[in-house]
């Protein structure tokens, strides 16, 4: 049986999330679901991609999962169940899917087309993203529960960090569980610009600045401020067991420059 995951912004003190797992195992009682995260800021469709886009290919090929984000249909946003890499994703065409599958072409796009018994009409992933993900879960082809189409409709892109010969521009896209504040610079960037040169990275205050890489975050005292490429990755402002988002005042899209002597 095929894992389903959840990445969706309803939380865990309502009743919302209770729903759609009910939903689910009253469809598929055998149900495997993993929770990825229900704490998705409201209606942060980049966030929701980020994380989802960070893990899925640590399931199994096969695995489908659903995100929950801005869920309402309309005639700009359309449900898709859309296959790449070997997984599936289903969710709203808000931009979700161009952000989500950056590294990818999909290999199939599904304009779901699913009957549903409630008449609201404001709780998709619970009244369709669930029946075409236990669907799919049985071994169900994508074409039965909707229409092929070429792309999606709505298109977003991240944002890029912007390199020259001695400078690498890039912003804070994610702040996680523990403060660290992840950047949109990766390490083959970083790299390809050094050339093992010596190099200044710059962030909030102008005199906050950092000048090597540390392989851990021990390699500091605790307290001490740290960069360090994460598992994704990509740069992250970090803290030995603080919090640097907050400590040190690293908002979302706050510049990070590096400069290279």
Known sequence: MAIITLTTDLGTKDSYL???????YSQLDDAKIVDITNSITAFNIPQAAFVLRNCYKDFPVGSIHIISV????SIENEHLAVKANGHYFIGTDNGLFSLLLTEMKAEKIIQLNIAQESNCLTFATKNIFASAACHLARGGTMEMIGTVVNDYLIHRTDLKAVKEKDLIKGVIVYNDNYGNAITNIDKAMFLDIQK???????YGREDEKITIISEKYNDVPPGDKLAIFGENQQLQIAMNKGTANTLLGLKLHEIIRIEFK
């Open 18 to 24: 209770a729903s759609v797992k009910g939903s689910i």
């Open 196 to 202: 093992g040169r010596d190099f200044i990275i710059y």
């Open 70 to 73: 801005d869920d309402e249909l």
